[in-house]
Every structure is written in C-alpha cells, then in structure tokens.
C-alpha cells in the first residue's frame, strides 16, 4: 500500500514538472544593451532611430553632423555644462539623440564656452 501511494505521488509529481507553467511560456526574454523584445520576430532589437554598437555593446544612435569650424577652432560635442568632449562620433556625448549638440570653439575657451552654452550670461 505505501509503495502504491509513493509511485503515485511520483507520477504526480513528474505530471507537475513536465508541464511548463503559462508564465514560463509567454514570459519576455531580457533584452541586453537598451533592446527591446520584438514579439513580432521574436528577438530582442534596438529602440526606433538606434541601431546596435557591436564596440559598446549597446543601442546607440547615429553621430550628430561634425560642426565646420574656423581654423583656430576645433569641433566639441557637449550634454551639459559639464560633460564636453572633442568632438568623436563615437562618443556617447556625440550622438544625436536629441540632448546632445555640437559647436566650435578654441581649445583654450572650450570650458566657458561649454558652460554659456547652457547657462547664457544675464543680459543688464
């Protein structure tokens, strides 16, 4: 009797476990880098207007255009007062995702120049 009620509760418990829950079923994969899941082609891909960066490892968007400068100057790319860069289309600062910018500027005055961008001079 109790060998009997043992492999039934094997034979149950195998029933459980061969039947993968719903959740398992429908549930998304995790998407690496800024992907999203298509579930239409069941992949994960990148966000509209991004496509992947096989160096970074991630969703990026394409560079902003490289400003022309004057001679004496050179092209810098900024996101804030603070983060400003050479201009280098492949640096983060540099993509145009909107919250970027590129402008010229004397290495020398890049700093101010960077900081008035955001935070122009009151007028008197």
């Known amino acids: 009797m109790q060998l009997t009620n043992i492999l039934t509760l094997a034979v149950l418990a195998l029933g459980i476990t061969a039947h993968p829950s719903v959740e398992g079923r429908t549930s998304k994969p995790n998407c690496k880098g800024g992907q999203v899941y298509n579930s239409h082609h ?3 891909v990148c966000p509209p207007k991004q496509s992947w960066d096989h160096g970074k490892n991630k969703c990026s968007y394409p560079p902003l255009s490289t400003p022309s400068c004057p001679k004496d100057e050179n092209p810098w790319c900024s996101k804030s007062e603070k983060e400003y860069c050479k201009y280098d289309k492949k640096h983060d600062w540099c ?6 910018s590129v402008w010229c500027s004397k ?18």
């Open 95 to 100: 993509q145009n995702d909107g919250y970027g």
């Open 107 to 124: 290495d020398k005055d890049a700093p101010q120049k960077c900081k008035d961008k955001y935070n122009p001079p009151s007028k008197p």
């Open 42 to 44: 069941h992949q994960c």
